[in-house]
């Protein structure tokens, strides 16, 4: 796979694509929350530092070519273009690492060998997978879904992975799981995001779903993107894609998805319930508390960064697939 270089200025600093208000607000929470400067730990580049940089954002993304991938004939293309590999792999969310934009970096040290996913909780049969287990006992497909993230930015990623529904089938929940939580890789010295230490933030990410809301065919496990394994900072090697939701619904690098008869309680919607709620469908009618979601920066084709003003879609464009989950929503 042939990487284009990234043109200056490669480096992506949130507030040039957040609004102002959104990204300071965000910021001095998340400050106040945990009292230490996360503004300050954006690395200014210089000339130097900026190419051994790129060097290493490209190879972060050069992976092993995932093998026999058959398009989904149903979720192939969508209204406006993939964003461009370089920039969704250097524009990413993973507060274990860090609160800002650059975290694509620190996100290399997460260590990927030997990973295991314990499916577990009230279910018939619960199992332990490996990556192999995955990739072989379920039908991998490449799914190009809109990417709609809470901070008013989206994207469109080929993702290659299998449905959550298959999962389902193979262990079984039992009748009383009402809801499922998905944990995200955990390690205090491994992941060194803000705050990490001080015990403030309730670690480990995880996320939550109604089991019919997992049931649902658009519901997503994600091993790759554009072709090949997932790169580190999109949350390798596996996480949830559920295209229908704010992204920070889709917890990366998960080890555990657990069976459970309670609403589980979930990252965001520790530190912010009114912020993050726990349904957190894409809807442009509802703002959220401190700015509009009617519209979007769509991140898309550069060169370096830059994005077009998009009207916000209901449930990101998947209604017809969805809205039936929820009928009380007007
Ligand atoms: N474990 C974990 N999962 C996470 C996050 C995170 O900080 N940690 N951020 C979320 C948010 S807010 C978004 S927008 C998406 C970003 O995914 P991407 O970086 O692959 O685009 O991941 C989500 N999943
Ligand atoms: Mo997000």
Not at 46 to 65: I, V, Y
Not at 139 to 150: A, D, I, K, Q, S
Not at 242 to 255: D, E, H, N, R, T
Request: with cysteine; glycine share 6%.
């Amino acid at each position: 796979m042939s990487l284009i270089p990234v043109p200056p200025p490669w480096q992506i600093s949130e507030n040039e694509i957040t609004p102002d208000t959104v990204y300071y607000n965000r910021r001095r929470f998340l400050k106040s929350l945990i009292g230490t400067g996360i503004a300050a730990s954006l690395i200014p580049l210089n000339g130097c530092q900026k190419s051994s940089s790129q060097t290493a954002l490209e190879s972060s993304l050069q992976l092993p070519k995932l093998p026999n991938i058959q398009p989904s004939p149903v979720f192939k293309t969508v209204d406006r273009p993939i964003t461009k590999e370089i920039l969704a792999g250097q524009y990413n969310n993973f507060y274990e690492f860090g609160g800002t934009k650059n975290i694509w970096l620190k996100a290399q040290k997460l260590p990927t060998e030997n990973w295991k996913l314990e499916v577990t909780g009230l279910v018939k049969n619960p199992q332990t997978y490996d990556l192999d287990d995955l990739k072989r006992k379920f039908p991998l497909e490449e799914r190009v879904y809109r990417f709609r993230c809470v901070e008013a930015w989206s994207m469109v990623l080929p993702w290659v992975g299998f449905p959550m529904k298959a999962l389902m089938q193979a262990v079984e929940p039992t009748s009383q799981a009402k809801f499922v939580r998905f944990t995200s890789f955990y390690d205090p010295e491994i992941t060194t995001g803000p705050g990490f230490h001080l015990g403030s933030l309730p670690w480990p990410y995880q996320e939550g779903l109604r089991i019919e809301e997992m049931a649902n065919e658009l519901a997503f496990f994600a091993v790759g993107i554009y072709g090949h394994d997932l790169p580190k900072q999109h949350g390798a090697p596996l996480r949830m894609v559920i295209p229908w939701k704010y992204g920070f619904k889709g917890a990366k690098s998960l080890v555990k998805v657990e069976f459970v008869a309670e609403k589980p309680a979930t990252y965001w919607n520790t530190i912010d319930p009114n912020e993050y709620d726990f349904e957190a469908n894409v809807n442009p009618n509802k703002p959220h508390p401190r700015w509009s979601q009617a519209t979007e920066k769509f991140i898309s084709q550069g060169p370096g960064l830059s994005w077009e003003i998009k009207e916000t879609l209901p449930y990101n464009g998947y209604g017809e697939y969805v809205a039936n989950l929820y009928p009380n929503t007007p």
